[in-house]
């Protein structure tokens, strides 16, 4: 007996849209600053052509779009503040501008979600660090990762860590 429903696609669990929000922030957040372009057009891009569209055949991923977006809003709204919590995390001798632009991207993600308690901080630090692996797969990037988004999730949001 066929329930109808054989051929019809699972949809992504909450926890897969919320990854691919933040793989699509990081993308759009390094695009608005290699091709200079507001935030709103790069969000419109990837809502209209990017986020759960089909390409040369294959679809891309759904994800949590209400997600996506207030990534890149507050990544643009806080960037400074981040930028700055970033770099104290970071070597004296690599300030953020000195740094691969794609982990750039990452930093600022994480550091808008980091700002705010709507996620806690070792879920953010642990899904970015593995997207930073699925850009960088030698491992070196994601240990770099996760040894600065752990100083910046300390500053930011201290009382998440205990005494």
Do not use: C
Not at 8 to 35: G, H, I, N
Not at 43 to 48: A, G, H, I, L, V
Not at 113 to 137: H, S
């Amino acid at each position: 007996m066929s329930t109808g429903t054989e051929n019809t696609p699972k949809r992504p669990d909450r926890r897969a849209l919320s990854t691919a929000a933040r793989m699509y922030a990081v993308q759009a957040l390094f695009q608005m600053e290699a091709a200079g372009q507001s935030s709103n057009k790069v969000r419109s891009e990837f809502q209209n052509w990017r986020i759960a569209v089909e390409y040369e055949g294959e679809n891309t991923p759904e994800a949590d779009e209400k997600l996506f977006s207030r990534i890149v809003e507050d990544a643009v709204t806080w960037q400074s503040k981040i930028d700055q919590m970033t770099d104290r995390a970071l070597v004296a001798k690599w300030p953020i501008d000195r740094i691969d632009p794609v982990l750039r991207a990452v930093f600022r993600a994480a550091g808008a979600e980091l700002m705010t308690p709507a996620t806690p901080p070792k879920v953010a630090i642990t899904e970015y660090v593995r997207i930073a692996q699925a850009f960088f797969d030698d491992g070196k990037e994601s240990k770099f990762v996760n040894a600065v988004l752990d100083h910046m999730a300390r500053e930011a949001r201290p009382d998440a860590f205990g005494a």
